[in-house]
């Protein structure tokens, strides 16, 4: 939660002393607000676009996706684009289902499982880890996914941060203000998945590594 009116009210612009530009910013009024907004935006990444389950699903129907040879339309080819709506895409999947190991999980919602996860930022001990897991299934002949959950979630789309616009009409990163938002980071989570059917042999493997 974070106050958009209030956000949208200390709107303005300044110049960003590097370049000289004119960019669009918060006024210094506004600093907290700002801040609410990137830790709302953090939680989001954490809890909804990252969540374990959505990640699975977001996978599983890419590669149902390929496996009924879906192509997707250069966006020049809006119409096309616009006609692969969700009707017509589970009408695909449901027909394929018989087929596609995908496109059957997803009907019957049994989707990839976790048995390993980095933290949101992996440190040395993590990435160790995560290569003895790998090593170990395929060891052991179990298919594994390994999915990452990586977005620099702080950057606006053009790469840029939010910029605090001060007194003077200066542009300075909302980083250099909120000790919070330098010190949040970006996510380079990574999840290790197998099938459903693979999870409790998987853990079981993975017990004493």
């Not at 009707?87 to 027909?95: A, C, D, E, K, T």
């Not at 980071?185 to 459903?196: D, P, S």
């Amino acid at each position: 939660m974070y106050d958009l009116e209030r956000l949208l009210v200390t709107l303005g612009l300044g110049i960003e002393p590097e370049s000289e530009e004119l960019v669009l910013g918060i006024k210094k009024g506004g600093l907290h607000v700002a801040e609410a907004l990137v830790i709302a935006r953090y939680q989001m990444f954490c809890q909804v676009y990252f969540h374990k389950t959505r990640q699975a699903y977001d996978y599983m129907l890419q590669q149902a996706v390929d496996d009924i040879g879906i192509k997707i339309p250069e966006p020049k080819r809006i119409e096309e684009f616009l006609k692969l709506d969700d009707y017509s895409v589970w009408h695909l999947i449901v027909n394929s289902s018989e087929r596609s190991y995908w496109c059957k999980s997803i009907l019957q919602r049994n989707h990839l499982k976790v048995v390993y996860e980095t933290r949101e930022v992996p440190l040395k001990e993590d990435l160790e880890q995560l290569q003895k897991v790998k090593d170990r299934l395929k060891s052991n002949k179990i298919l594994f996914y390994e999915i990452p959950a990586e977005s620099s979630w702080y950057k606006l789309n053009q790469g840029g941060e939010i910029m605090i616009i001060d007194e003077a009409n200066k542009a300075s990163p909302l980083s250099e203000y909120s000790r919070v938002v330098k010190f949040l980071g970006e996510m380079k989570q990574i999840r290790i998945y197998v099938r459903a059917e693979d999870k409790n042999l998987a853990e079981d493997i993975l017990k004493n590594i």
